[in-house]
């Protein structure tokens, strides 16, 4: 049974920074690539953040530069983190896994941790 368990969500204020974590078991974790998705309320879910299976890192524009996805294969997790966090930023945010790189249609999904930055 393949579970993607995120952690690290919160309230920060606008400026602060936060690191979130996915942790996946029940997967061959270094096939998979990784990704990041956000969804705010009233708005489409949207990935803000992947790394592919060779460990190259992409990133919507509204976050480059600000937030850093990572990966450690030997614990099965993956991290976002995020600084410079905007009111903007504001929303559940998805782990989730997918044997292609683009990370458009996941095979899996975490349940979600909740992210307010506040101004």
């Known amino acids: 049974q393949v579970q993607l368990v995120e952690s690290g969500g919160g309230l920060v204020q606008a400026g602060g920074s936060l690191r979130l974590s996915c942790a996946a078991s029940?997967?061959?974790?270094?096939?998979?690539?990784m990704g990041w998705y956000r969804q705010a309320p009233g708005k489409q879910r949207e990935l803000v953040a992947l790394s592919t299976m060779s460990y190259s890192p992409k990133y919507v524009d509204s976050v480059k530069g600000r937030f850093t996805i990572s990966r450690d294969d030997a614990k099965n997790t993956v991290y976002l983190q995020m600084s410079s966090l905007k009111p903007e930023d504001t929303a559940v945010y998805y782990c989730?896994?997918?044997?292609?790189?683009?990370?458009?249609?996941?095979?899996?999904w975490g349940q979600g941790t909740q992210v307010t930055v506040s101004s």
């Open positions: 989730a896994a997918d044997l292609s790189d683009d990370v458009v249609d996941p095979l899996w």
């Open positions: 029940g997967l061959t974790f270094r096939s998979y690539a």
